[in-house]
């Protein structure tokens, strides 16, 4: 009812944030500064496990061999990225950023020589554990910008705030502070954030595909390598949109310093991730297991390529559009479409089909992503909210080095079609836990966080 009363006045801002668009959000004060580098700096992320497989393939003849050093890599990245992301949290991007791209660096180069010489396979494995634990997470910690300078409690503070207003960055406190409308640019940035990943993954594995059987075996991972150390760097140096770091007792008693694990919502994102990373995992290693049978690996990068711009023009579309329902029905209905899309991959033997299918299978997995990082933005204070995107990328990490693994055993015994039940089979347990689960995914009323973070997605918590 009071809805109606201010339609006129105080709702027209609002009526305006369900579409509030690509080109508001990109105008966002400072928010160049930090996309382009992180741009290059999340491009090696998509090239690493690809790389990966092909050089290890290469010089061992194992699909398997190939799967259990990607996965030896994505289970580090699993269990070291909410460690990095809490340290980032605590002490600031660059302090974590810096050293990690150079440890990444080095790694990434120590393990090439091994393939290269013909190392034993422990010896890949020694050298798999430390390029995945330092591999940037650069999405995460673009997304907690984004938080930032949307307005949406950057570091540790109520946005509304005068003392979090005025230590935010100076290219994003402006955008903050004006009006709590700015705040309805979180679900866009998601989705934008969502895109971008995708569209790494467009081109990323194509790349390493290219550089990988046109140049040399181990070009994919040596870009890989360059990217890294290049993007990450000049990350890093964009001080102006880094998050304002939460001291010890800075967070208030609405935002204590706990992991953000312990919030049962994000147990259940990063269950229901575990399904998505079995699909990129699982893909990968099908495709080209795939290609290799029919003769023409060079069409690998293409088929991947066309899955990931699935996923890219979903996420265009999700951003777009003013949704009815609210986002936990919405997360359950794009996982069930996923799941069922990924249950015809094993039956498919011809190029054009499973370019078709890897489309649809794309096409359902951008929806279920960005729902998920939105839906942490009313899970989790802000304090914990780089841990918190972490935990979901580990997730998906986790679960593509778990389906690399399997694929590629099954590959190897059973052909490429054995491989694409990975997919099926992770999707399928993933969503039954979603099912059963799917409560956690609400958050509690007398959260102060939740209820700002929900605003701009549920009318009543504008009131």
């Given amino acids: ?115 290269l010489t013909d190392a034993p ?89 290219a550089l990988c059987t046109g140049v040399h075996p181990a070009a994919g991972l040596i870009a890989e390598a360059v990217l890294t150390l290049v993007g990450g760097l000049l990350f890093a140096a964009q001080r102006r949109t880094q998050p304002k770091i939460v001291r010890r007792g800075e967070a208030g008693p609405a935002e204590p310093r706990a992991s953000a694990l312990s919030v049962p919502g994000v147990r259940v994102l990063a269950i229901s991730f575990l399904g998505i990373g079995s699909v990129f995992g699982g893909m990968q290693v099908s495709l080209t297991a795939f290609t290799e049978e029919i003769g023409n690996p060079g069409v690998n990068g293409l088929l991947y390529g066309v899955f990931a711009a699935g996923n890219m023009l979903a996420g265009i579309v999700c951003g777009a559009v003013a949704w009815k329902i609210g986002p936990q029905p919405r997360l359950v209905v794009g996982y069930a479409g996923l799941t069922l899309a990924a249950s015809a991959l094993w039956a498919v033997h011809s190029v054009p089909l499973l370019a078709g299918l890897g489309l649809l299978v794309g096409l359902c997995i951008a929806p279920a992503l960005i729902t998920g990082y939105t839906l942490v933005e009313s899970l989790v204070p802000a304090s914990a909210r780089t841990e918190a995107f972490t ?37 399928a347990l993933a969503l039954v836990t979603l099912v059963t689960l799917r409560s956690w995914l609400t958050p509690t009323a007398s959260g102060r966080v939740s209820t700002r973070a929900m605003s701009h997605r549920v009318p009543m918590a504008v009131d």
């Fill in 391 to 427: 935990w979901l990328t580990g997730a998906v990490a986790l679960g593509q080095a778990a389906a690399v693994t399997v694929a590629g055993q099954l590959a190897d015994a059973h052909g490429a079609s054995a491989g694409f039940l990975v997919p099926l089979v992770g999707t």
């Fill in 121 to 209: 396979l422990w010896a890949l494995f020694l050298a798999a554990v430390p390029t995945g634990a330092s591999v940037p997470q650069i999405g995460p910690m673009v997304r907690s910008r984004w938080a930032a300078v949307l307005g949406g409690s950057p570091s540790g503070g109520p946005s509304d705030s005068p003392s979090g207003s005025s230590s935010a960055s100076s290219a994003g406190s402006s955008a903050g502070s004006r009006s709590g409308g700015d705040a309805s640019l979180l679900p866009t940035a998601a989705a934008f954030e969502s895109v971008t990943d995708e569209f790494t993954f467009v081109i990323g594995p194509v790349l390493a595909t």
């Fill in 1 to 115: 009812m009071s809805h109606n009363t201010v339609d006129t006045t105080e709702d027209a801002a609002p009526a305006a944030t369900p579409r509030p668009g690509y080109g508001r959000l990109l105008r966002t004060p400072g928010a160049w500064t930090f996309l382009l580098p992180g741009f290059a700096a999340r491009q090696p992320f998509a090239m690493l496990t690809i790389g990966i497989v092909l050089l290890v393939q290469h010089t061992t003849g194992s699909y398997g061999s190939a799967g259990a050093v990607a996965a030896v890599t994505g289970v580090s990245m699993a269990l070291f990225a909410p460690q990095g992301g809490k340290l980032a949290d605590r002490f600031g991007q660059r302090a974590v950023l810096v050293p990690g791209v150079l440890l990444h660096t080095a790694s990434v180069t120590a393990l090439i020589v091994l393939a």
